[in-house]
């Protein structure tokens, strides 16, 4: 079988896909034109596919050849679930290796963002750094703040476990379904949407996207928010309107964001959210580190080679 690799991948998914007799395609360039990936989708059986190239009904139709794909990543927005499943094609990706990772960097955005860390350095960079203020940059602490968690599964217990260690926050969430273990464990509450929203003193979304959930916060929520709320989205950017987002921040309405995700991406470096002093802003380093990569190579090519041997596909989600 024929596997196309858009994109380099860590070494142990390329060894484990040869072991197992697999013929990968792989292009010479990391940065195919859209073009040039379609040329190469013709020749595949399987796709592993690293980025966020789009699978919908007009992909499926127009290259029947696609059997299965196997997605670097644990979202799998950019599939058309429903289109694959009703052609059984399986789609592959690759959670749990990488929810500590992600987790991490909600974690670190929301301390930055309480500490206006980022634009604290600017100010060291850029020569402004004047004599000590006792009035001056002032953060607010985390202790015994109430963490709103949107969809709490497996990233999001994490993001809950280490705000509950480090800072003993009361943790309330809004989810599809109640987390039993999270409630036993770390005493989080299930609460409605507009409860999270107006209780929480930190937002952090897991939740997975589906395009339903376009710009979820908007102005009306924001306007909802305490004062001192501090907004994280390391999930998808599609999830809060980027507009409305940037306005709360300027006039205060929320204390601050840190955004892991963004809508485009790349985001432009003419962003005006780039400007404002409480915004710190990543590009999409969720799961870039050597450990959470290696095991996403991993898991991706053990979803190609079990569907390969006509199995089924170890992390699937559309089993
Ligand atoms: C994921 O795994 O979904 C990350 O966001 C990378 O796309």
Redesign the pocket.
């Known amino acids: 079988m024929k596997v196309f690799l858009n994109k380099r991948i860590p070494q142990i998914g390329i060894d484990l896909l040869k072991e197992n007799n697999l013929e990968i395609i792989t292009p010479q360039t990391d940065n195919l034109s859209h073009e040039e990936w379609l040329e190469n989708c013709k020749k595949a059986d399987i796709i592993l596919n690293v980025?966020?190239n789009k699978y919908d009904k007009d992909f499926f139709d127009n290259f029947p050849n696609v059997k299965a794909i196997s997605?670097?990543?644990?979202?799998?927005?950019q599939v058309d679930i429903a289109e694959a499943t009703k052609r059984k094609i399986p789609v592959g990706?690759?959670p749990d290796v990488?929810s500590r990772a992600?987790s991490d960097v909600a974690f670190l955005l929301m301390q930055m963002v309480s500490r206006k860390v980022n634009y604290n350095i600017e100010k060291v960079k850029s020569g402004n750094w004047k004599d000590f203020d006792a009035l001056e940059e002032l953060g607010q602490e985390l202790y015994g703040k109430t963490l709103g968690i949107l969809g709490l599964g497996r990233i999001g217990f994490e993001m809950a476990e280490k705000c509950k260690g480090a800072f003993g926050m009361n943790i309330i969430y809004h989810n599809r379904s109640h987390n039993e273990t999270a409630e036993k464990e770390l005493d989080a509450k299930y609460v409605s949407f507009d409860e999270l929203i107006q209780n929480s003193d930190i937002i952090s979304i897991h939740a997975n996207y589906t395009p339903e959930q376009a710009n979820l916060f908007n102005q009306s929520v924001f306007e909802k928010m305490k004062p001192n709320l501090i907004f994280i989205n390391?999930?998808?950017g599609g999830f809060h309107n980027e507009t409305d987002l940037y306005k709360a921040l300027k006039s205060g309405k929320i204390w601050g964001a840190g955004l892991?995700?963004t809508n485009p991406e790349p985001m432009s470096n003419e962003n005006p959210l780039l400007q404002l002093p409480n915004v710190c802003i990543l590009p999409?380093i969720?799961?870039a580190t050597i450990e959470a990569r290696n095991g996403?190579a991993r898991l991706a090519a053990e979803n190609v080679i079990a569907f390969s041997k006509n199995q089924p596909m170890p992390n699937c989600v559309n089993p």
Do not use: C, E, P, Q
């Open positions: 980025g966020k997605l670097f990543s644990v979202g799998f927005d990706n690759t990488l992600t390391t999930a998808r892991d995700v999409h969720g799961s996403m």
